[in-house]
């Protein structure tokens, strides 16, 4: 999911409803849950690629900051 922001990766999880979990790893030490929610559609809604964005550019600040 480069378009939330590098080192993104998406965890598709199937059961009778589609669900998916935004996550970054690459930084040291640390795995950040951007994002969770249950997808309605085939395609992910913008607002849901909108807030992980916001949560990944506040995760590197919070990183930049140590």
């Known amino acids: 999911m480069t378009v939330v922001g590098p080192g ?3 965890i598709r999880i199937h059961t009778g409803v589609e669900h998916r ?3 970054v ?3 040291a030490g ?3 849950v951007l994002h969770a929610f ?3 559609s085939q395609k992910t809604a913008q607002r849901d690629i909108d807030l992980a964005g ?3 550019r ?3 600040m ?3 900051a140590r």
Do not use: A, G, H, L
């Open 62 to 64: 919070k990183e930049r």
């Open 58 to 60: 506040q995760v590197v």
């Open 30 to 32: 640390q795995i950040y």
């Open 38 to 40: 249950e997808k309605k």
């Open 21 to 23: 979990v935004f996550v």
């Open 8 to 10: 993104t990766i998406e």
């Open 54 to 56: 916001r949560r990944y």
């Open 25 to 27: 790893t690459k930084f």
